[in-house]
């Protein structure tokens, strides 16, 4: 069992990074510039990327002028979709509740946790695709953002 911090890994956290990074570049952007802007090993970002082009969220071109670009206007993404994606198809809170893993907790009938967790991937779902790539890259007011997140 992989301990994680959060509810999502890094690939999800990162991947929206990436994402946003291309919407506010046009044309082919390349892993390099990605990885200098953001900070992120073009190692792992070559992981990142990879699963979002398998994912259809973005294309990839090899050569010289090649690199990455999104393949739909940002408004045309939401962010539930880009962590689905990144996250390998769940945004389970609880590993209970991630059924793709294909075991069943042997609690499942008896535990009193299970509806405030199923509660909560429901709302952390429905609040996820209710935003929009778009969201991310049209700040008003970074400074009122920087302060809200340090709340968190």
């Given at each position: 069992m992989t301990h994680m911090h959060g509810m999502f890994s890094t690939k999800g956290r990162y991947a929206l990074r990436v994402m946003a990074d291309l919407a506010t570049h046009d044309g082919w952007v390349s892993l390099g510039d990605v990885s200098k802007r953001q900070g992120i090993s073009r190692k792992y970002l070559e992981q990142v990327t990879a699963?979002?082009?398998?994912?259809?969220?973005?294309?990839s071109q090899r050569g010289k002028g090649g690199g990455y670009k999104l393949n739909r206007d940002p408004h045309n993404y939401t962010l539930g979709e880009i962590l689905r994606v990144a996250e390998g198809g769940s945004l389970a809170p609880v590993n209970c509740l991630d059924c793709k893993k294909g075991t069943v907790c042997s609690h499942i009938k008896t535990c009193t946790t299970l509806p405030i967790w199923r509660e909560l991937g429901m709302i952390t779902s429905q609040f996820l695709d209710s935003k929009h790539l778009s969201d991310l890259i049209v700040?008003?007011?970074?400074?009122a953002d920087i302060e809200a997140l340090a709340s968190i």
């Open positions: 699963v979002l082009v398998k994912g259809d969220l973005v294309e700040s008003k007011n970074p400074e």
